[in-house]
């Protein structure tokens, strides 16, 4: 079973940016599409970004141009870079395993503590 721990929130400013961390645990990370989510209170997780072991990439409508996710198979991470934050990303950001089926992304793993991001003045 895959362990993951992200890291890297805290509070930004508008505008600012945050660089999160998912390190993961198990030897399958150098097989698997890993995907960033995020969720506030009351609302559903939502997914953010993902990527693919090759490296593609896919984003939500929200984050495009904005956000950038990318991986290093040899240190078993997956970085999730955010600019030009807005107060609506205010959230905790999660990692996880995916599956890609049927023009959708499934979370796989058990969800990590995540990290706090927010965004405020």
Do not use: H
């Not at 999660?94 to 049927?102: F, G, P």
């Amino acid at each position: 079973q895959v362990q993951l721990v992200e890291s890297g929130g805290g509070l930004v400013q508008p505008g600012g940016s945050l660089r999160l961390s998912c390190a993961a645990s198990g030897s399958i990370f150098s097989i698997t599409l890993m995907g960033w989510y995020r969720q506030t209170p009351g609302k559903q997780r939502e997914r953010v970004a993902s990527i693919s072991i090759g490296g593609a990439t896919d984003y939500a409508d929200s984050v495009k141009g904005r956000f950038t996710i990318s991986r290093d198979n040899a240190k078993n991470t997956v970085y999730l870079q955010m600019n030009n934050l807005k107060p609506e990303d205010t959230a905790v950001y999660y990692c996880n395993t995916e599956r890609y089926y049927s023009g959708r992304y499934y979370p796989l793993g058990s969800w990590g503590q995540g990290t706090q991001v927010t965004v405020s003045s």
